[in-house]
């Protein structure tokens, strides 16, 4: 039985999910797994294990931003790759980094959120507004990666 197969059996036996929450979990893997599986170079969910770190969701999640997913979708699939690291028995600093990860999406958002009422105030147009925005997500995805590398920002 696959790993993905016996994360379902316990997700169903253990956690007793819904058919529902099942399907989302099933769906939040597999997008993981397909992303990661390129990014490792891997053939398999086996092969992908010893990659699964939090560096690894660290990119899975500025993909994600940078392609527009949104905030409520992001969180959700952080928190099924938490219950699959809990699942496999990964290390607690994988699931802490994860959930940082989603906490620091979360105060960006809100910061974003902000700027944007700021900006609707200020009466600006909606091409200078969704510019605007559009230019500080860069920003803040240029600085996570220049931290991430050691570089100054």
């Not at 099933?26 to 390129?38: Q, S, T, Y």
């Not at 958002?109 to 969704?130: A, N, P, Y």
Request: proline share 1%; net charge positive.
């Amino acid at each position: 039985m696959s790993t993905t197969a016996q994360f379902e059996q316990y997700l169903l036996t253990k956690k007793h999910v819904s058919c529902k929450t099942l399907r989302n979990y099933r769906c939040d893997i597999n997008h993981f797994v397909n992303f990661a599986l390129i990014q490792t170079s891997t053939r398999s969910v086996e092969d992908l294990l010893p990659h699964f770190n939090s560096q690894l969701v660290k990119i899975y999640r500025h993909s994600q931003a940078e392609g527009g997913t949104p905030t409520n979708t992001i969180n959700r699939r952080l928190s099924t790759l938490r219950n699959f690291a809990r699942f496999l028995g990964n290390s607690l600093g994988v699931v802490e980094n994860i959930r940082k990860a989603a906490t620091e999406q979360q105060k960006l958002e809100k910061m974003l959120d902000e700027f944007k009422k700021h900006l609707e105030e200020q009466g600006v147009s909606k091409s200078t507004l969704k510019n605007y925005l559009s230019d500080v997500n860069q920003f803040f995805v240029y600085i996570e990666r220049a931290q991430e590398s050691g570089r100054e920002a």
